[in-house]
C-alpha cells in the first residue's frame, strides 16, 4: 500500500513563495502518474498540476505560470514549486497518484500578510 506524506507547506506573504514535497513509500512512483490537488476553506478539493511521463506536466488554468511540479525518482518525492502566491491558494493540499492511493494528511499553505 502506497503512503504520501506531505510537507513544506507554511504562512507565506503574498507575492511569496514555498516549495511542497510528497513522499512516497511503499512503491516507486516512477511510472505513476502524480498529482497535486488543494482544498481551500469552504470549497471542494480541486485538481492543481499533474507530472506524467518523463516530464509532461498539466496544470489548473489558476496557477499556470506560477507553479511547477516535478519529480525525482530516485527520492520517490513529487515537488510543486509556488511562486507569486495569492491570498486565493490558501488551501491545504495534497498529493495523489492514479491509480489513486489514500488520500494522505496534506500540507497547510496560508497566503496572508
Known amino acids: 500500500q502506497v503512503q504520501l506524506v506531505e510537507s513544506g507547506g507554511g504562512l507565506v506573504q503574498p507575492g511569496g513563495s514555498l516549495r511542497l514535497s510528497c513522499a512516497a513509500s511503499?512503491?516507486?512512483?516512477?511510472?505513476?502518474?502524480m498529482e497535486w490537488h488543494r482544498q481551500c476553506p469552504g470549497k471542494q478539493r480541486e485538481f492543481v498540476a499533474r507530472?506524467?511521463?518523463?516530464?509532461?506536466?498539466v496544470y489548473a488554468d489558476s496557477v499556470k505560470g506560477r507553479f511547477t511540479i516535478s519529480r525525482d525518482n530516485a527520492k520517490n518525492t513529487v515537488y510543486l514549486q509556488m511562486n507569486s502566491l495569492v491570498p486565493e491558494d490558501t488551501a491545504v493540499y495534497y498529493c495523489?497518484?492514479?491509480?489513486?492511493?489514500?488520500w494522505g494528511q496534506g500540507t497547510q499553505v496560508t497566503v496572508s500578510s
Open positions: 507530472i506524467f511521463g518523463a516530464s509532461t506536466t
Open positions: 495523489n497518484m492514479i491509480p489513486r492511493a489514500s
Open positions: 511503499g512503491e516507486r512512483h516512477s511510472v505513476s502518474i
